[in-house]
């Protein structure tokens, strides 16, 4: 019996740097960057103090006054995107059986933002020990559960199947595809709606990374800020975002005629066992997860044309990924292109594995790397091609996505040209 393929047919994004694809696409594939210094709150009191900040309308982007008053920014950015990726993929959800359509999301905050601002409303900006619940705004309780975001998707476009939240920290927005892909594989829906946002950029995040020193503190020069791979990186820039992907069965994407981005090949995800934010120099947790999707894939090591790495730009992290990668590929880890966009984008946690996916998509479509920008200097520990500064033309039918995220986590996905699925 021949398994069910799964392809992706459509993709939105709100990003910084530009909401939608065609935005989006703009600022990779110009290797330009959205780093800036943080303005959603002063930042003077934070050891980092550049962010990478969505420029978002709400209701430029369609969003209802209700909506708006009832949605954290990071739901926002769910909704949006999910809405420009079902209006992609050009498949009537109406004319659908809602039981077959799916919604999995993935977010390692949450409503964060919703959330700590109305702890300050309710405790008097910490002044009451005991928070005042008369002031709560009604849908305070969205706002502490991510899986909100899970129903104001379905809502938006009436489905019925099954509805799941992967919260797995800055792994969440590939797991998540794997997840939904394994839906359709499974026959538990035909359709499913996926992706992944967060809005991390608050007080109390910033105040997070700040107290193990994993953000940058290239203050001074916000738009060079996140160095993936370079000698003088010192950590990651926060960011924010979505994503949104319709994924849908092959045989039926083909029947309707729907335009096919790419095969979800893949995916894998194992844990370290071995710190919360240590990494291992070996990256043998990462090379296992590699080598297992690429193996469900049916794709060997040598055919990959394209690494969508991690890259930080923290001085762990780019070294772990390294040796991931060779150990995974063997030699061809040498002639494979390999660049981070959290250089121009930033880390929006786990809204980022899924931004990374709708790249790897585009860069498949236009047969283009993105860059690694503010690569000036390469570090001489780490002595693979990081596609510096310039997006290249290169063919890429086969493209590996990975994340790397606190606790341990270690994900890969595989994305490839449908013709070279096998039967």
Request: aromatic share 6%.
């Amino acid at each position: 019996m021949n398994r069910r393929r799964v392809v992706v047919t459509g993709l939105g994004v709100v990003a910084p740097g530009g909401v939608g694809a065609d935005a989006f696409w703009s600022l990779l594939s110009e290797g330009r960057t959205a780093t800036r210094r943080l303005s959603l709150f002063d930042p003077g009191p934070y050891r980092s103090q550049v962010a990478a900040e969505v420029d978002f309308d709400p209701y430029a982007n369609g969003l209802r006054p209700p909506e708006v008053r009832r949605m954290d920014r990071a739901a926002q950015f769910a909704v949006v995107s999910t809405r420009q990726a079902v209006a992609d993929s050009g498949i009537d959800l109406a004319r659908t059986d809602p039981y077959r359509v799916a919604v999995a999301y993935g977010s390692a905050v949450g409503g964060s933002i919703g959330l700590e601002s109305e702890y300050r409303v309710l405790s008097d900006d910490g002044q009451l020990d005991l928070v005042d619940h008369r002031y709560a705004a009604p849908h305070l309780y969205n706002y502490v559960v991510p899986s909100s975001f899970v129903q104001e998707v379905a809502n938006d476009v009436g489905a019925q199947g099954p509805g799941s939240l992967v919260s797995t920290g800055c792994t969440s927005g590939i797991d998540v595809l794997g997840y939904a892909a394994q839906l359709i594989r499974d026959g538990s829906a035909d359709v499913v709606v996926t992706g992944a946002a967060d809005a991390p950029i608050t007080p109390i995040t910033s105040a997070c990374f700040d107290a193990v020193k994993a953000t940058s503190v290239h203050n001074d020069s916000p738009e060079t800020a996140s160095r993936p791979y370079d000698r003088s990186r010192n950590g990651f820039v926060l960011g924010e975002g979505g994503a949104g992907l319709v994924l849908e069965e092959y045989e039926s994407a083909k029947r309707r005629g729907a335009r096919i981005y790419a095969e979800i090949g893949g995916y894998a995800t194992y844990a370290n066992a071995f710190h919360m934010t240590g990494l291992k120099a070996d990256g043998a947790e990462m090379a296992a997860a590699i080598t297992a999707a690429l193996g469900e894939a049916r794709v060997n090591a040598d055919q990959v044309d394209y690494v969508n790495a991690h890259g930080t730009a923290t001085k762990q992290n780019d070294v772990h990924e390294t040796a991931a990668f060779k150990h995974a590929l063997g030699d061809h880890a040498y002639r494979t292109p390999v660049s981070s966009i959290k250089s121009m984008i930033g880390h929006s946690l786990g809204a980022i594995g899924s931004i990374e996916a709708v790249a790897c998509l585009l860069a498949m479509q236009n047969d283009v790397v993105p860059p690694t920008a503010n690569l000036h200097e390469q570090d001489p520990a780490l002595d693979l091609d990081y596609v510096p500064l310039t997006a290249r033309d290169r063919r890429t039918d086969v493209v590996v996505c990975v994340g790397s995220g606190f606790g341990g986590f270690q994900s890969a996905l595989v994305l490839h040209e449908p013709g070279r699925a096998a039967a």
